[in-house]
C-alpha cells in the first residue's frame, strides 16, 4: 500500500526521492511527501492528491539536501489531507510509516499525558512524538528510535530521519516489507526493489522484525532482541524491475496484452521435455491442500479447487485470507496449505502463512516476488513469472497464477495416479497451445470497445458462470467493480432463481460465460430465464455455442475452442478486456482507480 523511500545520497536527494515516490504509484495513494535535512535543519514538503501536485510544491518551494526521506499514503487512520499525510514530523524527528499502530491510542493518552500532544488523526504521528519524548529525555536518536520501537504494537514499516544527523537513517520492519539499498558511498531504504532499482541493484531484506541503522558506510543490521544479525545481500535483475508502458496508454492495457508472452515463459519454465518440472513437489501422500489468498488471487485459488479435485482427486479447500484465522481451521498433519499472492507481501495472507506454521506438511507460495515475504516464510515459493505488474487491477498476475495452480493440480493427479502418462502429455500439449489462443481472444478488443459505452451506461451488472466459471464470473464483476466504479456481482447460473433474478430487467446487462462444456446446456437454460425477463445478455462462448444459443442475446463474443480445464484461464482475457474498455468509456483512472492499493500490507 503505503510507499516508503530513504536516500543518504551524495546529490541533491529532493529529485531521488520523487523519482523513487514515482515507481510505488502503482501500490495506490492519495496523499505524498518528502523530509530532507539540510545544514543540519530538518523540513518536509506535502501535498494531497498524485505525486505532481507534490512536484509542483517542490518547483516553488525546493527542499535542498542530500538525505532525505518520502512517502506516497493509502489513508487509514485519517482523511487525505497535507495535515495527515507523511512524513510526520515532531520535534527533531521525522517518520514516514506503512501499517498500523494498533496501539496508537494507548500510546496517544501517555503522550498527551506527558505534555507532546499530537496535531493530526494518524497512528503515525504517535511514533514521531515518542520518539521525540525520549529524545527529550536524553537519548540519542538511536536510543529513542529503539525504545520506540520496543513500545510498538501491530504492523508496520518505518524509517526515521533526525535534524541534524545527515548521515543516519533508522528503518525497521514488522508486518511490512521493507529493504535496504547499498551503493557506492550512499545508501538506500524503500518498501520494495522497484523503488530503488535507479539507484542500486545490490538489495538486503530485512527479516521480520528487524532494525537497522543506516549510514553511508552502510547497515548495522539488529533482530527484535537487539542482537546484530547478518542479512544477505542479493543482486536484483534490473530489467525485471524496468516500469514502461510500452507505447500503449495505460500500464493495464500493457498487461493484459503481455499475456501471451508471460504465460508462454512460465509454461517453459515448469514444462521441460514433455514433464512438469516442480523439484519438491509430490502429492503422493498428502490427504488434502488448503488455498488461502485474497481479492483475485483468492478466484484463482476457487478455479484450483475444481482442477485438484475433479483432475487429481484431491479434496481442496479455500479460504479468503482475512477470514482463515479467525475460522479456526482444522488443519491435517498431512495437508499442504498452498498461499497465493501477487505481491508476495498481502498481511492477511502472511498472517495465515504464520498462523498455518508446522499444523500442516508443506507451505507453498505461489507469487509473482519471489524475493518476497510469503515466499521467503514458505517451504516452497513458486514464481509464477509475470513481470511486474503495475496496474492495480490484476490481470497477467491472475492468469499466470491459475497457469501455475493448474501444473500444480496436473502433478497433484500425476503423483496419485489419477492421471496416465499419454493423458499428462495431451493435456501438456493443450497447455502449448494457450498462448496462441489467448492472442486470438485478445483480437475481440474492437468488439469488445464498440460495446462498451452502452455498459457504461449501466447502473448494475451481472456476470453468470458454472463450474470452473463461476470463479470467473466473480473475477469479472470484481475487474469492473475496481476500475468502472460500476456495482457488478457474479453468480454460479444456478443460483440466479434463488434471489438475484429479482434484479433483471432491460437496464441490467448479464454477462454469461459459457464455454460448450458439459455444463452448457444448463448455463443457457439459466440465460434463457434472464431473456425471458428483458435482461441484456452477453454470451462469451465457442462458435459452436453462439450457434446453438446466440439467437435473442444483445452481443455475442466469440471465443476459440480450448479444452474444458483451459477454459477459465483463456476466458479471463474477454472479462479483462470487457472492464478495461467499460472503464475507458467512463473516463475513469483505470491504473490507479480511487480508494484501491495495489499492496495491501495491512490487516
Not at 24 to 38: H, K, M
Not at 335 to 343: E, H, L, N, R, T
Not at 473 to 500: F, R
Not at 554 to 564: G, K, R
Request: hydrophobic share 45%; charged share 20%; net charge negative.
Amino acid at each position: 500500500m503505503c510507499g516508503i523511500v530513504g536516500v543518504l545520497g551524495n546529490h541533491e536527494v529532493a529529485p531521488l526521492l520523487v523519482e523513487a515516490l514515482k515507481r510505488l504509484e502503482y501500490r495506490g495513494y492519495d496523499s505524498a511527501g518528502i523530509a530532507t535535512v539540510n545544514a543540519g535543519k530538518l523540513d518536509r514538503r506535502r501535498a494531497v492528491g498524485k505525486l505532481v501536485n507534490l512536484s509542483d510544491l517542490l518547483v516553488h518551494d525546493p527542499l535542498p539536501g542530500k538525505t532525505g526521506i518520502g512517502h506516497t499514503r493509502w489513508a487509514t487512520h485519517g482523511a487525505a489531507t497535507v495535515t495527515n499525510a507523511h512524513p510526520h514530523q515532531a520535534g527533531p524527528v521525522a517518520v514516514v510509516h506503512n501499517g498500523i499502530i494498533e496501539n496508537f491510542r494507548e500510546l496517544r493518552a501517555e503522550l498527551t499525558a506527558a505534555g507532546f500532544t499530537p496535531g493530526t488523526q494518524t497512528d503515525t504521528e504517535t511514533v514521531a512524538l515518542l520518539t521525540q519524548m525520549h529524545m527529550a529525555g536524553g537519548l540519542s536518536p538511536r536510543e529513542a528510535a529503539a525504545r520506540t520501537l520496543s513500545r510498538l504494537h501491530g504492523a508496520f514499516a518505518l524509517c526515521f530521519l533526525f535534524e541534524g544527523e545527515d548521515d543516519l537513517l533508522i528503518a525497521a520492519r514488522k508486518g511490512s516489507p521493507l529493504a535496504i539499498g547499498h551503493g557506492d558511498g550512499e545508501m538506500f531504504v524503500g518498501s520494495d526493489a522497484i523503488a530503488l532499482a535507479p539507484m542500486t541493484d545490490a538489495i538486503t531484506y530485512l527479516e521480520e522484525g528487524d532494525w537497522a541503522v543506516v549510514t553511508r558506510a552502510g547497515a548495522e543490521i539488529f533482530d527484535p532482541a537487539g542482537r546484530r544479525v547478518n542479512r544477505a545481500m542479493t543482486r536484483i535483475q534490473i530489467d525485471a524491475t524496468r516500469i514502461e508502458k510500452a507505447g500503449y496508454k495505460h500500464f493495464m492495457a500493457k498487461e493484459i496484452a503481455e499475456q501471451p508472452v508471460v504465460l508462454a515463459d512460465a509454461l517453459r519454465h515448469y514444462i521441460q521435455n514433455g514433464r512438469i518440472n516442480l523439484p519438491g513437489v509430490d502429492f503422493a501422500a498428502v490427504d488434502r491442500v488448503t488455498l488461502v489468498a485474497c481479492g483475485t488471487a483468492s478466484y484463482a485459488c476457487h478455479v484450483a479447487k475444481y482442477w485438484f479435485e475433479q483432475i487429481a482427486g484431491l479434496p481442496a479447500d479455500i479460504d479468503i485470507a482475512s477470514e482463515f484465522r479467525y475460522r479456526e481451521p482444522v488443519l491435517s498433519p498431512a495437508s499442504w496449505a498452498i498461499f497465493v499472492s501477487q505481491s508476495g507481501e498481502t498481511a492477511d495472507t502472511l498472517a495465515a502463512l504464520r498462523h498455518v506454521g508446522d499444523k500442516v506438511a508443506r507451505t507453498l507460495a505461489v507469487v509473482n516476488v519471489p524475493t518476497s515475504s510469503i515466499a521467503r516464510e514458505a517451504n516452497l515459493a513458486l514464481p509464477i513469472l509475470a513481470g511486474v505488474e503495475v496496474g492495480v487491477a490484476s490481470t497477467k498476475a491472475f492468469t499466470c497464477q491459475l497457469t501455475v495452480l493448474l501444473l500444480l493440480a496436473l502433478k497433484a493427479a500425476q503423483d496419485r495416479g489419477r492421471l496416465g502418462a499419454e493423458d499428462l502429455s495431451r493435456r501438456l500439449d493443450a497447455l502449448a497451445s494457450l498462448p496462441g489462443l489467448m492472442n486470438h481472444a485478445l483480437g475481440l478488443a474492437a468488439a469488445i470497445r464498440a460495446m462498451a459505452g452502452e455498459l457504461a451506461e449501466a447502473q448494475d451488472i451481472l456476470f453468470l458462470g458454472r463450474g470452473p466459471m463461476y470463479p470467473l464470473a466473480l473475477e469479472g464483476a470484481l475487474k469492473l467493480k475496481e476500475i468502472s466504479y460500476i456495482h457488478a456481482e457474479g453468480y454460479a447460473s444456478g443460483e440466479l432463481k434463488h434471489g438475484p433474478i429479482a434484479l433483471i430487467d432491460n437496464r441490467v446487462p448479464v454477462i454469461v460465460m459459457a464455454p460448450r462444456d458439459g455444463l452448457f446446456d444448463k448455463t443457457v437454460s439459466n440465460m434463457q430465464e434472464v431473456m425471458a425477463r428483458h435482461g441484456k445478455v452477453l454470451l462469451i462462448s465457442d462458435l459452436s455455442g453462439i450457434d446453438e444459443a446466440g439467437a435473442g442475446c444483445w452481443e455475442t463474443l466469440a471465443m476459440p475452442e480450448v479444452p474444458d480445464f483451459l477454459a477459465p484461464i483463456l476466458y479471463a482475457v474477454p472479462a479483462q478486456l470487457l472492464a478495461y474498455h467499460t472503464a475507458i468509456a467512463k473516463g475513469t483512472d483505470v491504473d490507479q482507480p480511487r480508494n484501491l492499493a495495489k499492496s495491501v500490507t495491512v490487516e
